[in-house]
């Protein structure tokens, strides 16, 4: 890799994903490079969230191989690791149905991220050191920091589950950069907004990408939002990958084209 | 209007259900039929206000959640009682005077209330240790039971085999209760809800079943006596001053338990526990080691019942597997839901309120069972979070905003 191009984070080869007989995802084949925000678009059922859950360790994939290549530390192959490595080793997720921790603050949902970036164990809890005091400390600073970051820093002590709708997810995207990631996988962040909403995160993910330098991979149906924000999209149909390209070409494939709207001569 | 008019209709549907039974007596002796007409009225009026009272607290809980659903800002206002609990000052006043309570009791009630005193905490200790499997943690634990057996044994069998000394075992048992507690925290990681329920179910049967069974080891169901009181520096004591001895350590014990727990549900710990309740593949999802987590939950609740185990068995002086069924499970697991899943004080009061009152109240004892039954009942309809609901930390920011007003 040259210095010129932008190092690859993610890259995906081949990756199968067999449920019985049925197959989800069919050797689908992908790259994610540092400051790229990647859209995965495709009919319902096309085996985008598969894909995700592949990736984040919830699935072992049947073949093929993710590798990450996160900065300063080797490349890892994380095919069948525990979710909670592949978040250890720096790629968070959000959920398609939002998964927030209801009865929990705001301000603990976040915190909650920063728990494998910090080690008090259950000795330092109990006796309450210096140590453990500076760090808790730290994790609700930095949490609050975030939650400014996405807007959400005057629901801090409210619970997470009275938030709107919108707010929840922008939490959960806190709540995900609060682990610390070089990869931020967002699973249909904008269904269910408004336009309004979804005009801000819009500028909320592009704000993740310039200012944070966290990469982005995301599964959307809006695709006013995909349109707007990715550099690369990615096309699945039926667990093939059928195109790649930036969003213009993506617009004129035909391809593309036929597997949204079916035959071009309906169309 | 129509809350009267249906309870009207009520009573008298009961009227006439109870009628053969309770206002026809027929005296055979004497071909006698004797009509017992007062007793139709006392049923009549019963059940009419009892369904009256049941109706209006019904509608007044509906119309709380119709409140709530309208208006955002309404859900979730902190009650009366939630917001005494809040004010520092005053918990702090509450606490010294509770501890002055707990600290005289002993020397204001005789040996008997003391007595009963400790039965109490020691079921506060059960209570406040499933707290954490439980109530934060959220893996319901049917078998708990089984910890504190583990605890008791521990002790009488040492203190019998080997003569060791109640300060000796006390760490002992609870580690002991800790290590079974990891040995049935590792098959069921994968398990969740009611199949985790029936597998500790099974495993706080298979405890006692070996206890009862298994003689050489454990004496069978003849159990073990004349367990050592616990020593202080080889006094001799009578009956009274060691019961005070032992309700000393007792809250002692309970303290230390309050002090633990309380800050470890606002620890790192305690969230990643209540972040596994809550969602179980968002909190693996946000980089938490599932595996670890559980474990330390099943551990650490259990180290309380091992604790309290060996208390049990030097309180007792006396163990055998009868004092360890299924039934103390649900009472400790009451105490919880009663109480109020993930709240100390809740429990507490649960533990005060289910071991306390049907000591007080032998003259209804025959009904405890139903008086219990029914309390759940209507604690579930109406107050399904507990006495007392859990109330997450809030945490002040003065130090950022100071910051960021000064940039």
């Known amino acids: ?267 | 209007m129509k809350n009267i008019k249906q309870s009207l209709a009520v009573s008298l549907w009961f009227i006439f259900l109870t009628f053969p039974l309770m206002v026809v007596k027929v005296n055979t002796s004497d071909q006698l039929v004797q009509w017992r007409w007062m007793n139709i009225l006392w049923i009549g009026l019963a059940t009419f206000v009892l369904s009256f009272v049941w109706r209006y607290a019904l509608a007044r809980k509906e119309a709380r959640q119709m409140a709530a659903q309208s208006g955002q800002d309404e859900q979730d206002k902190p009650s009366r009682i939630q917001a005494l609990l809040e004010d520092q000052s005053l918990r702090y006043k509450a606490m010294i005077a509770l501890l002055i309570f707990a600290l005289a009791f002993p020397w204001v009630f005789d040996t008997y209330q003391s007595t009963i005193m400790i039965s109490a905490l020691i079921y506060v200790v059960l209570g406040l240790g499933l707290n954490i499997t439980v109530g934060l943690a959220g893996l319901l634990d049917l078998g708990y039971v089984a910890f504190f057996a583990v605890g008791a044994y521990s002790y009488a069998l040492l203190n019998h085999h080997f003569g060791l000394g109640f300060w000796t075992i006390l760490p002992v048992g609870g580690i002991l209760s800790c290590l079974f507690g990891v040995i049935l925290g590792f098959p069921i990681l994968r398990l969740r809800g009611d199949y985790l329920a029936i597998v500790t179910l099974g495993f706080g049967m298979i405890i006692k079943v070996v206890l009862e069974n298994w003689s050489d080891f454990s004496f069978g169901p003849s159990g073990i006596a004349n367990i050592d009181k616990p020593g202080l520096f080889g006094l001799k004591m009578d009956i009274a001053a060691s019961t005070t001895y032992i309700y000393y350590i007792m809250i002692g014990l309970v303290v230390l338990t309050i002090i633990v727990t309380a800050r470890l549900k606002n620890s790192r710990i305690g969230r990643a526990w209540i972040a596994l309740r809550e969602d179980e593949i968002a909190c693996v999802a946000m980089g938490i080691d599932m595996a670890r987590t559980k474990l330390s939950a099943y551990a650490l609740g259990a180290f309380w019942a091992g604790m309290v185990g060996v208390m049990f068995a030097a309180k007792t002086t006396f163990i055998n597997p009868a004092s360890f069924t299924f039934m103390e499970s649900a009472i400790i697991l009451s105490i919880v839901v009663l109480g109020g899943m993930g709240s100390i004080l809740g429990v507490i009061l649960g533990a005060m309120i289910l071991i306390l009152l049907p000591e007080y109240l032998r003259a209804f004892s025959e009904y405890r069972m139903i008086i219990f039954g029914a309390a759940m009942v209507v604690m579930m309809i109406f107050r399904p979070q507990g006495i007392i609901s859990n109330v997450r930390q809030k945490y002040e920011f003065k130090g950022l905003k100071e910051k960021s007003e000064n940039v």
């Open chain 1, 1 to 267: 890799m040259s210095d010129t191009t932008k190092r690859t984070l993610l890259e995906v080869k081949g990756l199968t994903m067999d449920f019985g007989g049925l197959r989800a995802v069919d050797s689908i084949d992908l790259t994610v490079s540092e400051g790229e925000i990647a859209a995965l678009i495709g009919p319902n059922g096309a085996g985008k969230t598969t894909f995700f859950n592949c990736v984040t360790g919830i699935y072992t994939p049947t073949d093929g191989d993710i590798l990450i290549h996160p900065k300063d530390k080797p490349t890892r192959r994380v095919n069948g690791s525990k979710p909670n490595m592949v978040t250890t080793l720096g790629m968070a997720r959000t959920f398609q149905n939002i998964r927030l921790f209801p009865d929990m603050t705001v301000l603990e949902n976040v915190m909650i991220g920063r728990h494998c970036r910090t080690k008090t164990g259950l000795t330092g809890a109990i006796l309450r050191g210096k140590a453990a005091r500076k760090e808790e400390q730290e994790i609700v600073e930095s949490s609050y920091t975030l939650l400014e970051k996405v807007g959400l820093g005057e629901f801090a002590n409210e619970y997470s589950k009275n938030l709107p709708y919108g707010a929840q997810r922008r939490l959960e995207i806190a709540r995900a950069m609060a682990t610390e990631p070089f990869l931020l996988l967002l699973d249909e962040p904008a269904a269910g907004m408004n336009p309004q909403e979804t005009a801000d995160l819009d500028a909320l993910i592009c704000r993740i990408r310039d200012v944070e330098k966290i990469a982005i991979l995301l599964i959307e149906h809006d695709m006013k939002l995909v349109m707007n924000i990715s550099d690369t999209i990615h096309v699945m149909e039926y667990g093939k990958k059928i195109a790649t390209g930036t969003p213009q070409q993506i617009k004129d494939n035909p391809k593309v084209i036929e597997a949204y709207l079916g035959e071009e001569t309906e169309a």
